[in-house]
């Protein structure tokens, strides 16, 4: 149940500006490209007529929104569509530059397989997309427009999910703290708060509660100055998680009833399941199991409409 919990929270894959942005003003549609892809998780519909009126100027626009659609399809578990995104970015540009839209292909497959509970597979693209990203970063004579410092996050942040999944807490670390680089060059201060409260919770997995506690608080302090309703919503969530691993318990309750409530009311359905699991999660470790049930059968309809097949079937087992 932890491990859904974690799972749920880092299950959105955004896609922003990348590492050339200040020099190239035609990628300011990163921002609202990251917007609609978030919009995706909860109104997959809606996300996707929206990116069809995003204006693209150049190649690597176009790329950007064909990434930011595969990605709002691959988190909604719909597999035909994702995989025709995934093959036209995998095609898209002409050499040099070709492996700019292979790691944005892999990308989009690594956020489908885990969306499908498949994180063996959701591991191996995820890898492929960084090693792509890491030809485009270094190569000579690259456009610096195409390395995308946000691709390389949700490659690296996938990656830290699987390692995690299969209790490789080291190498967890080590692909949270990538994935923390990499959106710190970019200058991405919701990456970096959502890295910083990922960080928190393998420390406190790992019971070092002074580190938990410090990189909880610069998650909350990044997250303050953004105004940013759905980040709040997610770190406070992550705080039960935290609470929980450190053995405080009335803290963990307190945070998730908070997150629960904040959820519903901004209607982030996704991040309302999320507080359902862990308010089950809570009723198991107070023997109370038909509230937990309970608890657990109200988040299932949501992981059933956004076809979450690896986070439906967990529930379905823990119920």
């Given amino acids: 149940m932890k491990r859904l919990r974690a799972a749920l929270i880092t299950a959105s894959f955004a896609l922003g500006a990348s590492a050339g942005a200040q020099a190239r003003p035609e990628l300011d549609i990163g921002p609202t490209l990251d917007r609609l892809v978030r919009l995706g998780e909860d109104k997959p519909a809606l996300a996707l007529k929206g990116l069809l009126s995003v204006p693209v100027d150049s190649a690597n626009q176009q790329r950007l929104r064909l990434l930011a659609r595969g990605l709002v399809l691959a988190s909604n578990g719909l597999d035909h569509d994702s995989r025709l995104v995934a093959d036209e970015l995998r095609l898209q540009d002409p050499a040099p530059h070709s492996a700019a839209g292979r ?58 999910r699987a390692a995690s999944g299969r209790g490789a807490a080291i190498e967890a670390r080590q692909h949270a703290q990538m994935a923390y680089d990499a959106a710190q060059r970019a ?45 709040t919503v997610r770190l406070t969530l992550f705080d039960a998680i935290v609470a929980a691993a450190l053995g405080q318990e009335a803290t963990a309750r307190r945070a998730t009833e908070t997150g629960l409530a904040a959820a519903r009311s901004a209607g982030f359905t996704r991040l309302e399941a999320i507080g359902w699991v862990n308010r ?12 937990a049930l309970d608890a657990a059968l109200r988040a299932l309809p949501v992981m059933r409409r956004h076809r979450d097949t690896r986070n439906e079937r967990t529930l379905l087992h823990n119920a």
């Avoid at 509970?117 to 960084?130: Q, Y």
């Avoid at 390395?147 to 690296?156: F, P, S, T, V």
């Avoid at 089950?280 to 509230?291: I, N, T, V």
């Fill in 103 to 160: 790691a944005a292909g892999e990308l989009v497959l690594a956020t489908l397989s885990d969306t499908q509970g498949r994180p063996d597979l959701a591991e191996i693209h995820a890898r492929a997309a960084i090693e792509a990203s890491d030809a485009v970063c270094a190569g000579t004579g690259v456009h610096p427009a195409d390395c995308d410092l946000r691709l390389r996050w949700a490659a690296a942040t996938l990656r830290q």
């Fill in 187 to 231: 200058d991405d201060r919701y990456r970096l708060a959502r890295s910083e409260a990922t960080l928190a919770m393998l420390a406190a997995r790992a019971g070092d509660a002074a580190t938990a506690t410090e990189r909880r608080a610069a998650a909350h302090t990044l997250a303050r100055g953004l105004g940013d309703a759905e980040l």
């Fill in 280 to 291: 089950s999660d809570h009723e198991l470790r107070a023997g109370r199991p038909a509230a």
